[in-house]
């Protein structure tokens, strides 16, 4: 987990711990800190004062204090993976009254804390020299400007699956509803992407609606697909905006996990070098699981996609937080290690504003939901309203 952070402190809430991981993820890639894990422990006076006597032989709380990693007697655990770049201790008493006495909010006392123990980590230290002192300063101030002008890395935006109409579609055997007219009508309603699955047992997507999809979408068509060979030829001769590679089993209702990446790395490595030779950018389709993203940057995917299919049918709040968890910290180390994240499956009205709120997720791919409420209140309303979510997202 890039960022963990350690709330000791009565009156930190959820909301002013998000703040801190949102402030200190930032604050990592504005510095280009290659993949670390920081811990950002808040604490009260008391606790504090304890630490500045132990270590620095000096009495009284202070306001934040920085332990690098490999500073002291635990070198030999540099090698662990990822690296630790070290403890950023805060009082949240301070804090507070810091921010009483310059007129600010917490949030902003907090966020200068953040960046002042984060550069003393990197080897920024203000009480070497006065030169070096103005070194820290700058780039203090530096990161404080790019933080408030940059507070989300990425918007997210919502692209519609429309297998679904297919389906209906293909239950009778007919031409009608055209999951080509779909796209349209979702793209007139605020959708920046259409995406389609085109199985190789073709129950609901056919080669056809591909193929004017190719010349109809005006957005992106992310087209989704299995590793097979045929599939792969099809691609290249369509050139979607983006292929996500999915596991495929002709049993499933519908894709039941995300990939294993880590056990298919040659299979799944040479399909994205035949895309990379038709410039087809590729997303793999896995479980919020830190060994898949790495296989995943390692293999050459430019996305990954998180099944968000557990945290949706978590079947209680402790479970589900559980599985949020595992996706926030997936979404945190995938960016770090350079990949784009988009994520999808299961989502509906109630459970995507969470996830629309993890930046920086780009891209949310929903099915089912949207063309469920589509039948009671026209695919217009249903694209509308989801749209709504994802993209009026001020959580982070
Ligand atoms: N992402 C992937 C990779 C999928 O396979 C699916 C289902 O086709 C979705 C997203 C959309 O899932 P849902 O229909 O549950 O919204």
Redesign the pocket.
């Known amino acids: 987990m890039p960022v963990e952070l350690i709330n000791q402190h009565p009156q930190v809430d959820d909301s002013l711990l998000n703040h801190c991981r949102k402030t200190s993820l930032q604050i990592i890639r504005l510095c280009a800190i290659p993949l670390h894990h920081l811990n950002v422990v808040l604490t009260t006076d008391a606790a504090i004062a304890e630490l500045n006597s132990h270590y620095r032989r000096k009495e009284g709380a202070t306001n934040v204090l920085s332990f690098p990693f490999g500073d002291n007697e635990h070198t030999f655990l540099d090698s662990i993976s990822p690296p630790i770049l070290g403890d950023v201790v805060i009082s949240f008493d301070r804090v507070v009254e810091e921010a009483r006495h310059s007129g600010c909010t917490s949030e902003q006392r907090l966020d200068w804390l953040i960046v002042h123990g984060v550069l003393h980590l990197l080897g920024y230290d203000h009480e070497r020299s006065e030169k070096d002192a103005k070194i820290m300063f700058d780039k203090e101030d530096e990161l404080l400007s790019e933080l408030k002008t940059n507070r989300r890395i990425v918007m997210p935006h919502l692209a519609v699956?429309v297998?679904h109409v297919a389906t209906v579609r293909q239950a009778r055997g007919i031409d009608e509803p055209d999951p080509v007219a779909a796209a349209a009508i979702c793209e007139l309603a605020g959708a920046k992407g259409i995406v389609v699955?085109l199985r190789e047992d073709r129950r609901h997507i056919q080669d056809r609606d591909v193929r004017i999809l190719r010349e109809t979408v005006k957005t992106r068509l992310n087209l989704?697909m299995g590793a097979a060979k045929e599939i792969i030829n099809f691609a290249l001769e369509i050139k979607p905006d983006l292929v996500?590679l999915?596991p495929e089993k002709r049993q499933e209702l519908?894709?039941e996990g995300g990939l294993d990446v880590v056990s298919q790395k040659k299979k799944l490595a040479k399909s994205i070098a035949k895309m990379d030779k038709g410039s087809i950018p590729v997303s793999l389709?896995i479980d919020p699981d830190s060994s898949q993203i790495k296989a995943a940057k390692e293999i050459g995917a430019t996305f990954v996609?998180l099944h968000t299919g557990r945290y949706a049918d978590a079947e209680n709040e402790a479970l589900q937080f559980e599985e949020f968890e595992m996706i926030r910290t997936s979404v945190e180390e995938a960016h770090l290690l350079g990949l784009r994240v988009n994520a999808?499956?299961?989502?509906n009205y109630v459970n995507t504003a969470a996830i629309a709120a993890l930046d920086p997720i780009e891209e949310l791919?929903?099915?089912?939901?949207i063309i469920s409420r589509a039948v009671f209140s026209g695919l217009d309303l249903a694209v509308r309203d989801m749209c709504a979510i994802v993209e009026n997202t001020t959580y982070y």
């Open positions: 699956n297998d699955h989704e996500t999915v519908t894709t389709f996609e999808g499956h299961g989502l791919s929903i099915g089912h939901a």
